[in-house]
């Protein structure tokens, strides 16, 4: 059964300092893996997914980062904005393609990001 | 597109009452999930579906707890009778095998059982 595990679990930073989430997960046969946001009382917005086969992803200032072998992933955000304080969620799914996708969740990264 | 549409919102409703919750799913998607969040226990995936099929309801919590998809458009949790241990934050979402089954999540149904 796959586990999911983030840490920190909550992280305070100051304007313009990067940020550095890590996922880890125990079973490394992987099909994909999704990292989201999720802001209070809303719902998950996906922001990267990395394929098995990829070795990272960028969308502007956000890169995240695969080591199937190892079972991890790392989400960078370059020059933290305040607009940047949420809950940050990894989740990667199954090789199996019959499992459509199952993704198991991690419990999340809080993030604040202070002016 | 509309992205996924959950109604309701919000339901605040008393122990013993039966409780529906809706999904659309986008618009060409064959995969749809029903999740919930608590604070205790995080996301977890309670039933998916697959061209209207349910394929696993592992995560279904008890026999109280229904799902059904009639169509491709259309989807509902039920719940029956709900208890206050049903508080939660039930969240749908979709995906296709053409978007390396991406999942996109709708704004999710708090529920509330006194």
């Known amino acids: 059964k796959q586990e999911v595990t983030q840490i920190p679990a909550a992280l305070s930073v100051p304007e313009g300092e990067n940020l550095v989430l890590n996922c880890s997960f125990t079973?490394?046969?992987?099909?994909?893996l999704q990292w989201f946001r999720q802001d209070p009382g809303k719902g998950l917005t996906s922001l990267l997914l990395?394929?098995?086969?990829?070795r990272e992803q960028t969308s502007g200032r956000l890169n995240a980062s695969l080591d199937k072998s190892s079972g991890r992933s790392t989400l960078y955000i370059a020059a933290s904005q305040p607009g940047d304080s949420a809950t940050y969620l990894c989740?990667?799914?199954?090789?199996?393609?019959?499992?459509?996708?199952?993704?198991?969740f991690g419990g999340g990264t809080r993030v604040l990001v202070k002016p | 597109d509309a992205g996924v549409i959950q109604s309701p919102r919000h339901e605040v409703t008393e122990m013993g009452q039966e409780v529906t919750l809706r999904c659309k799913p986008i618009?060409?998607?064959?995969?749809l999930f029903w999740y919930r969040q608590t604070m205790m226990r995080g996301l977890e995936l309670l039933i998916y579906?697959?061209?209207?099929?349910?394929?696993?309801d592992s995560g279904m919590p008890e026999d109280r707890f229904s799902a059904k998809m009639p169509n491709a458009s259309f989807s509902t949790l039920k719940i029956q009778p709900s208890e206050p241990r049903d508080s939660a934050v039930y969240f749908c979402?979709?995906?296709?095998?053409?978007?390396?089954?991406?999942?996109?999540f709708g704004p999710g149904t708090r529920l509330t059982v006194t």
């Open positions: 979402a979709s995906t296709h095998s053409g978007s390396f089954y991406e999942q996109y």
């Open positions: 079973d490394s046969a992987i099909y994909n």
């Open positions: 618009s060409g998607h064959d995969y």
């Open positions: 579906f697959n061209n209207n099929v349910p394929i696993d």
């Open positions: 989740a990667p799914s199954p090789m199996i393609k019959a499992a459509g996708n199952k993704l198991t």
């Open positions: 990395i394929q098995s086969s990829q």
